[in-house]
């Protein structure tokens, strides 16, 4: 038993934390599921509690192991038509960018990673005004193909899903090789190892600046 009146019990992808009193379950269970989130890469998924007598056990278990594939690197970025469409508002002042980025030869796995890129650090970076952009939409326009290194020279076509809302000026995209939408097949991207990136994704945005 711990110092604090609690038994750890790990095996494989369960978790299991006992509590010995009311008083140490109160006191800890927030902070410990906050710490047991996500172990070596397993999310948790499911958690159950039981109790017996004075004693509350906290079982936890996980999914398998998810790698976030690091920020999509940027590499070009395009400022379309300017603010012509302003109305009195300043939320009507939209203008309009696509930004492009591909995996940075890092594989994606489908199904498993993600990739994400800062919409307004890339156009920031660009018209570089001093001025701070905030996304207000932003859709794929252009998917990422890649071709295999070695014969037969295969291309594969990846098409994506944008997997939540905007969250300050960052999207992120899981590959798919059918569709744009949640239910369409996952697409792997393979790494600079055996294929090379013939075109990258795009990204077309509406954005404000302040």
């Known amino acids: 038993m711990g110092s604090d009146g609690i038994d750890l019990d790990a095996t494989g992808l369960m978790v299991a934390l006992t509590y010995l009193t009311p008083e140490s379950y109160s006191a800890r269970v927030s902070a410990d599921a906050a710490a047991l989130a996500t172990i070596d890469g397993h999310r948790l998924i499911r958690s159950e509690l039981s109790a017996a007598s004075q004693t509350l056990r906290l079982v936890l278990w996980y999914g398998p192991q998810v790698a976030i594939a690091p920020p999509a690197p940027v590499s070009a970025k395009k400022i379309e038509r300017g603010d012509d469409d302003a109305r009195a508002a300043a939320?009507?002042?939209?203008?309009?960018?696509?930004?492009?980025?591909?995996?940075?030869?890092?594989?994606?796995?489908?199904?498993t990673d993600v990739l994400s890129v800062n919409l307004a650090t890339a156009i920031q970076n660009r018209v570089r005004n001093g001025k701070t952009v905030t996304v207000r939409t932003a859709a794929i326009s252009q998917a990422l193909t890649t071709q295999l290194l070695a014969a037969p020279f295969t291309e594969v076509t990846h098409a994506g899903f944008i997997t939540a809302a905007i969250?300050?000026?960052?999207?992120?995209?899981?590959?798919?090789?059918?569709?744009?939408?949640?239910?369409?097949?996952?697409?792997?991207?393979?790494?600079?190892?055996?294929v090379t990136n013939v075109r990258p994704y795009a990204v077309t945005c509406a954005y404000t600046e302040a």
């Open 91 to 111: 939320i009507g002042n939209l203008k309009r960018a696509t930004v492009y980025f591909d995996n940075g030869g890092v594989a994606v796995v489908g199904g």
């Open 167 to 194: 969250s300050s000026s960052t999207i992120t995209i899981t590959p798919k090789s059918d569709g744009y939408l949640t239910g369409s097949a996952d697409s792997t991207i393979a790494s600079s190892s055996t």
